[in-house]
T-cell receptor, first 110, second 113 residues
């Protein structure tokens, strides 16, 4: 299964944009790139996913490199509620399960 | 919005007990999953179901079984609970195919004494 590499932690100021990087150099042609986040004592929450083209939704944007070996999750204006662990995941195990790494812990300062 | 509901947020059981964890989803999803989450180990797949009465073992099925009698409900059973099964248990559901996002419940924190 292809793996991802993310920084352990990042800091941001409230109301500023945040760019969370992810490297996935062994991605296969059919792997989708998923982003989830998890707040303490809650289950993971789906954020966004894409295959080749950049994607936007109400929560975030996903920028995918042309060679697909890296991607960036963009939160346009960080709020205190965005403080969480963010996981970049490739879909998935052979059974469709998500293989979570350690993720990036995002701290947001007021 | 998709809602995945797990029957308990916190549960305390004794060694040797048979434990049932229930999960219900309201979006007619074909796929349902049971994971456990432990510090430093991330999420690990226990069992997966892609249809009613269909199931597949995940990475760590030993000591667990599952039941899916109805499309919306997926139960995880600890046949004889042991202390090493103390963990956070997470249920998820998704549409086919595997590229579709999964929607998680809030988890059940299970302690086996």
């Amino acid at each position: 299964d292809a793996k991802t590499t993310q920084p352990n932690s990042m800091e941001s100021n409230e109301e500023e944009p945040v760019h969370l990087p992810c490297n996935h150099s062994t991605i296969s042609g059919t792997d989708y790139i998923h982003w989830y986040r998890q707040l303490p004592s809650q289950g993971p929450e789906y954020v966004i996913h894409g295959l080749t083209s950049n994607v936007n939704n109400r929560m975030a944007s996903l920028a995918i490199a042309e060679d697909r070996k890296s991607s960036t999750l963009i939160l346009h204006r960080a709020t205190l509620r965005d403080a969480a662990v963010y996981y970049c995941i490739l879909s998935g195990g052979s059974q469709g399960n998500l293989i979570f790494g350690k993720g990036t812990k995002l701290s947001v300062k007021p | 919005d998709v809602k995945v509901t797990q029957s308990s947020r916190y549960l305390v059981k004794r060694t040797g007990e048979k434990v049932f964890l229930e999960c219900v989803q309201d979006m007619d999803h074909e796929n349902m999953f049971w994971y456990r989450q432990d510090p430093g180990l991330g999420l690990r797949l226990i069992y997966f179901s892609y249809d009613v009465k269909m199931k597949e073992k995940g990475d760590i099925p030993e000591g667990y079984s599952v039941s899916r009698e109805k499309k919306e409900r997926f139960s995880l059973i600890l046949e004889s609970a042991s202390t090493n099964q103390t963990s956070m248990y997470l249920c998820a559901s998704s549409r086919r195919p595997r590229s579709q996002p999964q929607h998680f419940g809030d988890g059940t924190r299970l302690s086996i004494l």
